[in-house]
């Protein structure tokens, strides 16, 4: 069964940084591309940013350039995001979501929620003046 769990999630004051973990279970980990989405109550699911499969291309929403940055580490089954110098538009809970072949890809116009098959629980991110 693949499963997403994510954690790292917490509480900062506007900033700080905070980094994400996306274990993957089930998975062959490098056949998957994955991406990271928020939501705030009220607002639609938002890509952040993605990673396509074997980390062959990345993107990343325009308001996070900069200051976000996604990797993943394939012995781990692991997709991270560092996210530094954190905004108070920031908050929000961040989902990880795993897209397959062959889609797998990040595209440049960055991922839309409806492409991606498999979903994490989700991780709160506060971030606080």
């Known amino acids: 069964e693949e499963k997403l769990v994510e954690s790292g999630g917490g509480l900062v004051q506007a900033g700080g940084s905070l980094t994400l973990s996306c274990v993957a279970s089930g998975f062959t980990f490098n056949d998957y591309g994955f991406g990271w989405f928020r939501q705030v109550p009220g607002k639609q699911r938002e890509g952040v940013s993605c990673i396509g499969s074997n980390a062959d291309s990345t993107y990343y929403r325009h308001s996070v350039k900069g200051r976000f940055t996604i990797s993943s580490d394939s012995s781990k089954n692991t997709v991270f995001l560092q996210m530094n110098n954190l905004k108070l538009e920031d908050t929000g809970v961040y989902y990880c979501?795993?897209?397959?072949?062959?889609?797998?890809?990040?595209?440049?116009?960055?991922?839309?929620?409806?492409?991606?098959?498999?979903w994490g629980q989700g991780t709160q991110v506060t971030v606080s003046s």
């Open positions: 979501a795993a897209i397959g072949p062959p889609n797998a890809y990040c595209s440049e116009h960055g991922p839309a929620p409806y492409e991606y098959d498999h």
